[in-house]
């Protein structure tokens, strides 16, 4: 399983005929905790668009509503489907924030 990282990216889950809107707060390559105002069905493969901050359009997949959390207010899902080239975007961007984050405790570092 790979390190989860702090992440702050827009999704939308589709229930039925209406959205939830929810902030995916942390990431890892096989799913994400978003924070969301409302219950999501615990156990429940759902439709989600996840709005990756590369420019491009939002992903479109399907994950597993793993478990809720309501201390922290979200949810932990699991990437269920996504086309391949969907799926490379998801681990570039995982790859990308995960060296950044690797390198802010060394900008800090550097005398001004």
Known sequence: MSPRIPASIEIWFQLGRREVRGQVVQLNLSGFFA??????????LV???????DGLE???????????HPER?????QLFAM????????AAYYHVRRRALAL?????????
Do not use: F, H, Q, Y
């Open 35 to 44: 924070a969301t105002l409302e219950e999501l069905p615990v156990g429940e």
């Open 47 to 53: 439709r989600m668009r996840v709005a990756l901050p």
């Open 58 to 68: 939002p992903l479109r997949c399907t994950g597993w509503i793993r478990n809720r």
């Open 73 to 77: 207010g979200g949810v932990g899902v």
């Open 83 to 90: 086309s391949k080239p969907w799926l490379d975007r998801w």
């Open 104 to 112: 802010e405790p060394a900008r800090e570092a550097r005398p001004a």
